[in-house]
């Protein structure tokens, strides 16, 4: 009987270790969600004609050259040609803004102009406005590596972000890890798993028909596990982006990619 | 505003059979969806989708509810004489989008 307790205590003590030892994907075995889509879903995104996330790259297009706000400035009045002056943006956000001493994301970026610089109302998350422009920009970066900033005031907020990753929520009980670091590559119902790189988004998700955010993914996830989402644009939210894009450091930006 | 994404070669071979291949933006809301308060979402979609080559139909398309949001067509046809495709599509609400695509058949 007490060798029982004894062997099941032991065994509750080595499941704790392995959660503590938990082990990153080496960098070598990332691969991008892309990777496990159906040959005609990747026909669709790698064809800019089919991929209907180009659709609000073109919206965004004309909000970049459009006037707005009472200062009636137009992104390109400050930036000048997003080609050039957006290339590789989308890949080292989010970053450290030290007027709100915190990190913020490439769409809270784009509202800080907004309401700063173009006196302009900010876009509400998830507006058509706010993921065309961030779209638009996302694409610039098309095909740069990931390259999180290496700033030390981003530090404590990368470490919160990768604690939230791997402690468990929601009335499943799971963390981000047990599918995505341990699981990845399997099946949940019909959906392979996938390793979750950020390098995508704004994407055009078949499923929602729509473009999304980041954000949204997540918060997809934690309905999933009936955990209760954070509000749009929350610092857990960001810091968590944060450490997914630290995550897939050197991986390659596919914005707007396309994801069943 | 509408958008859409056309793609025609914009040179062929007289007699060539070319792809074409065309993408609008639109919701494509089925009119079978409720909000939270069990209100119906009224349908809003593209019905008709025209294709003409040189002022002469050569595609057309019903659209019905159960197509995704933001609809693909692709189709092929014959390159016979350089000149202009148009694309138009019509829908609920008086939804219009026209686009034009020029083609050099030599």
Known sequence: MTLV??????ALLSLTTAELAHAEIPLAERRSGYADMAPETKAMQDDDAANP????????????????GTAAKSCADCHGDARSAMKGVAA???????????PINLDQRINLCRTERQQAPAFPYESRNMLALSAYVGRQSRGEKIAPPDD??????????????????GQLNLACNHCHDDNWGKKLAGNVIPQAHPNGYPLYRLEWQSLGSLQRR????????????YAYGALEYVELELYLMWRARGMTIETPAVRP | MARALINVPAK???GEVIAIKTLVSHVMESGFRHT??????PRDIIDTFVCTYNGEEIFRAQLAPAIAANPFIAFHTVATDSGKLEFKWTGDNG???TEIATITVE
């Not at chain 1, 180009?54 to 006037?67: F, I, Q, R, S, T």
């Open chain 1, 5 to 10: 307790r004894l062997a099941s205590a032991f």
């Open chain 1, 53 to 68: 996330g180009m659709l609000a790259v073109l919206d965004g297009e004309a909000l970049w050259n459009a006037k707005a």
């Open chain 1, 92 to 102: 080292r956000y989010p970053a450290f803004e030290p007027a709100q001493n915190r």
């Open chain 1, 152 to 169: 030390a005031r981003l530090r404590p907020h990368l470490d919160a972000g990768r604690e939230r990753y791997n402690v468990r929520i």
């Open chain 1, 218 to 229: 997540l918060r997809n996830c934690m309905i999933g596990m009936r955990a209760e989402p």
């Open chain 2, 12 to 14: 062929a071979k007289r």
């Open chain 2, 36 to 41: 939270n308060l069990g209100a119906v979402i």
């Open chain 2, 95 to 97: 939804f219009t989008a």
